[in-house]
C-alpha cells in the first residue's frame, strides 16, 4: 500500500526539516512572550536553546518518518527494529513537546 502525501503536508515537512536560525527563534520567543531582551536575557537565552534543541529533535523525527514513508513506497518493508525506534521517537519526542509546553506554562503564569 502506498502512502499519499498531500502538497501541504510535504511543504510543512519541508518547512520542520530546514535548519532554524537563533537569531529568528530569538526574535520569535521575544515576540510571542514580550520579553525586554536586555532584562531577560538568561532566559531568552534558555527558551532559545531549548526551542532549538527541539526543533533538531523533530526535525530527527520527521526524515525518520520521510525515509519509513519513502521505503514503503518503494516497496521495502523496514525492520521491525527500526519501526520500534521510530515508534519509540514519535512517542518520546510527544513527552518532551507536552512538557516543554507545561514548562513554558509555569515560566509565563
Known sequence: KKI????????AEQEALAEAKEEEVRTGIIEEYGFDEDTDKENIDKLVKS????????SKAI???VKFRDQVNEGAEPSEEEKKALKEKEESAAKRTEFRL???QVILF
Not at 526551542?51 to 523533530?58: G, M, N, T, V, Y
Request: no cysteine; net charge negative; hydrophobic share 25%.
Open 51 to 58: 526551542e532549538l534543541d527541539h526543533r533538531s529533535k523533530l
Open 102 to 104: 507545561e514548562f513554558r
Open 63 to 65: 526524515g525518520q518518518k
Open 4 to 11: 499519499e502525501v498531500s502538497p501541504e503536508e510535504a511543504k
